[in-house]
């Protein structure tokens, strides 16, 4: 006869509570799944009415708390990887060739890296490139340079006209362009969709023979970048627009640098006649999305808003950040979506390539400094212009292929081997203009060794283009104090 084992009283309580502690989980799961399914299933309803342009990004936060919350991040300027993010970084400190590159150009004085959408506004009031306007119809900059500040312009394009928004000078809208790169730059306030507000980008689609509005959505998650993100310049001699500095894409022959070069030959087209060696140049503005387009994450369809503008989620709601930023601040979120290398890995993958393009590109730059000089010895030495022409035409395809890549935002890593190519064209293209010159010098007797500047500074860069800087500063903090506030005056809220 066997006799049945009691469990013990305290075995019956931990299997109790134990019961009781699965219970009360599974009902914070259910609870959760719930909820979130709500969240899911939420139906948006808007708390404001939007007009048809309306430039107040508060406004659209109201319909729109997550993006508008996310988006206001991009005012944090804390990120900074190896060779950007967006910290500020005055790039002549960084590399003080760039001032002689561009000597005779508004950029020699002042060129800092992005800092973002969110100060779009502020910066472009206060860098030297814009001067110091005092009347509407003071110079230097066209009222054309406030076409990608922010949606306050395809307000005023819808009221003016794109040419009767370009004409002008800069300083006449400094008080209706005030609210920074926004919602209505790129959604229809409707349906969200996204929306071309730049007609620059469809005037560049039609004059390829190819039609915007059928690019798909997957497409148009780059387009809406594309329309500032891209190498433009400002054509007055429109018919439609005699005189005026219509914005527009040199995209007759296609996306790449050799096709806007082809194009610019055809419109005998230069920005500025650099100081030093006379050579009409070509300034490259920040062709992203064309290098882009070589690369080959957009072989693939990886469009700009999926590694800069990642999905993210909130409770049951997946949306798109709109804290447009670097990749590698987030390499969780936007590399490893598709890689499966460890971050470590994959951030060492870009900056080995950004290392040895700035290898070939600081290259480049010296050769095309030594041209620039060696070009002025020449002139002062009785050269004419029929010898020098063909030296300033390598000396202009030399800058081009340099600026297209210098100038373009994340180029090393969006496409490293076109990138490559281009800046071996320009190394190229700046030897041969030196060999012309040394036979144009040997010609008028100078067989000596050409005396290089001492430009190891940005200071040391922009005395010897001749830069009183102090002077430049000092109008511009008067002009900050006495014509901003005015400007603020006139705005409209």
């Not at 599974?26 to 948006?44: D, N, Q």
């Amino acid at each position: 006869m066997t006799t049945e084992k009691k469990r013990a009283p305290w075995v019956n309580w931990v299997l109790f509570f134990g019961t009781m502690v699965i219970v009360f989980l599974l009902g914070l799961l259910a609870s959760s799944i719930t909820e979130r399914r709500a969240e899911s299933e939420y139906v948006f309803k808007p708390r404001v009415e939007l007009s048809e342009y309306e430039p107040r990004n508060e406004l659209w936060g109201e319909n729109f708390p997550r993006e508008y919350q996310s988006y206001l991040r991009t005012g944090d300027t804390n990120f900074r990887s190896k060779f950007n993010g967006n910290a500020w970084i005055d790039e002549l400190a960084e590399d003080p060739r760039l001032v002689v590159l561009w000597a005779g150009y508004a950029f020699s004085k002042d060129y800092s890296s992005s800092r973002g959408h969110f100060y779009a506004i502020t910066d472009i009031r206060k860098t030297l490139r814009t001067g110091t306007p005092r009347l509407p119809e003071d110079g230097p900059q066209p009222a054309t340079c406030w076409t990608c500040k922010g949606p306050d312009v395809p307000r005023l394009m819808e009221k003016l006209g794109p040419a009767g928004f370009y004409k002008g000078q800069w300083g006449a809208l400094g008080h209706e362009v005030v609210n920074f790169i926004g919602c209505a730059d790129c959604h229809d306030p409707k349906t969200m969709d996204l929306r071309i507000t730049r007609p620059a980008l469809t005037e560049a689609f039609q004059a390829m023979g190819k039609d915007i509005s059928k690019a798909t959505h997957q497409e148009m998650r780059s387009l809406v970048c594309a329309q500032c993100h891209v190498e433009y310049y400002f054509n007055k001699k429109r018919e439609d627009a005699p005189g005026v500095a219509y914005l527009t894409f040199p995209w007759k022959y296609g996306f790449s640098a050799d096709s806007a070069l082809k194009y610019y030959e055809e419109a005998q087209f230069a920005d500025f006649t650099h100081q030093i060696s006379k050579a009409p140049i070509l300034k490259a503005q920040h062709p992203d999305y064309e290098l882009y387009l070589t690369g080959i994450h957009a072989d693939r369809g990886v469009a700009c808003a999926d590694c800069h503008m990642p999905y993210i989620k909130e409770g049951g709601q997946k949306f798109t950040s709109h804290r447009i930023t670097s990749p590698l601040e987030n390499i969780s979120g936007t590399c490893q979506v598709c890689h499966r290398e460890r971050e470590e890995t994959l951030r060492e993958n870009v900056y080995e390539r950004q290392e040895k393009v700035k290898e070939i590109r600081d290259k480049a730059e010296i050769e095309l400094v030594k041209a620039h000089v060696e070009s002025k010895a020449a002139w002062d030495a009785g050269a004419t212009e029929a010898e020098m022409a063909p030296v300033l035409k390598h000396i202009r395809y030399s800058q081009w292929y340099w600026d297209y890549t210098s100038a373009s935002h994340g180029a090393s890593f969006h496409s490293p081997i076109e990138v490559s190519r281009l800046i071996g064209n320009a190394i190229d293209e700046a030897k041969e203009a030196r060999i012309l010159l040394a036979r144009v010098l040997a010609s008028h007797g100078k067989n000596q060794p050409i005396s290089y500047p001492d430009i190891a500074t940005k200071a040391a860069a922009q005395q010897f283009i001749g830069l009183n800087m102090a002077q430049l500063y000092a109008k511009k903090a008067e002009w900050i104090q006495t014509v901003l506030p005015e400007w603020d005056k006139k705005v409209k809220h």
